[in-house]
């Protein structure tokens, strides 16, 4: 074996990195420590399990039992690893007798070493399966329910005929939340409002499935309620019913975009936590609020939705996904909603 060549005053750290990557200097012709041919080095072909081997023998400090006990190979063929290892690194890292082994010092620097590349090793394919079984097996989909009424129960249908062996989990959620959910990978697709503040998709794709008109939602016993439009500025008079701004940012930001031509400030008599509470306050004549078509899929009669004027900018209502290719579960579901949107324009 060719002897070690390492310079005393270098940092240890770098004297691990070189046995673990295993450098072989061409200016050397052998395994060279020195920091200055550092940039000539060879990477080695040492293997997972080598380390594996090596830290097996470690810890029975006997070649014997850890081929028999523990790795369930033959003695021969764990010696000849372990030797393989060594010539490999160009470093002694066992110290052998009759009966025991025991580690050298370099033996017990690449011991540590290779205990965090084995952890980080198995970590990385426990958070490869994990992700690649949920994709398989559970899909989960951040939703606003009076905004999909319409379309969900054909986009489930269509996508439990496709995929028979995906569960898919309904997540609802304020925007902002399934945003953020999609983020942090809690959620794989999610039905949301185009936020009116571009820089908050960083880092997702939004695909529109339709425009959604602004409309002025009242009882049916209201004053207005006979007409067919309301003027934007006689609207903004109104007493509003609305969402919280806290949970319901987009919400928020939309109200405040749509009456700013107006140079009014609407007032707000009431702000809920869900637009089930909203509805049911408009409709017992505590105050108007905003709507979109949508409302009327799912409100029937119980609101009057009538038009602005000027008409404010349609809302862009989509799925939104994480950038990046999406998995084969996620995919199906993104098409199946896309042709059920599509079919009821």
Request: net charge positive; glycine share 4%.
């Amino acid at each position: 074996m060719s002897p070690l060549i390492w310079d005393l005053h270098a940092p240890y750290d770098e004297f691990v990195h070189a046995v673990m990557v295993g450098s072989r200097c061409r200016s050397c012709e052998r395994p060279c420590f020195l920091p200055q041919h550092a940039q000539q080095a060879y990477l080695l072909t040492v293997e997972l399990r080598h380390l594996r081997y090596f830290l097996a023998v470690a810890d029975m400090e006997n070649i014997s039992r850890a081929a028999t006990h523990k790795l369930h190979v033959s003695q021969p063929s764990l010696s000849r690893q372990i030797r393989d290892l060594e010539d490999e690194l160009g470093v002694r890292l066992l110290e052998r007798t009759a009966k025991s082994v025991s580690l050298t010092e370099a033996g017990r620097a690449f011991l540590l070493e290779a205990r965090v590349v084995l952890e980080h090793a198995d970590e990385a394919v426990r958070k490869v399966r994990a992700i690649a079984n949920q994709g398989d097996t559970e899909l989960h989909i951040g939703y606003w329910p009076i905004a999909t009424a319409r379309m969900m129960p054909a986009i489930l249908r269509a996508y439990q005929k496709a995929m028979p062996k995906v569960r898919v989990k309904l997540h609802d959620w304020p925007n902002e939340q399934s945003l953020a959910g999609l983020r942090d990978r809690r959620l794989q697709l999610a039905f949301v409002m185009r936020p009116p503040k571009s820089g908050v998709l960083r880092g997702l794709r939004f695909e529109t499935l339709r425009l959604e008109r602004i409309r002025l939602a009242v009882a049916p016993t209201h004053r207005l309620a006979r007409q067919r439009s309301v003027l934007l500025a006689e609207a903004a008079r109104e007493p509003f019913i609305r969402l919280t701004r806290e949970t319901f940012r987009d919400y928020y930001n939309y109200f405040t975009a749509i009456f700013a031509p107006t140079k009014i400030r609407p007032r707000v008599v009431e702000e809920l936590e869900d637009i089930s509470g909203v509805i049911s306050a408009i409709e017992a004549g505590n105050g108007v609020g905003l709507a979109s078509d949508f409302f009327g899929y799912t409100v029937g009669r119980r609101l009057k939705l009538l038009r602005l004027t000027p008409e404010p900018k349609p809302v862009a209502f989509g799925i939104a996904f994480p950038k990046g290719r999406l998995s084969p579960a996620a995919e199906k579901f993104w098409q199946c909603a896309n042709e059920a949107a599509a079919s009821k324009r």
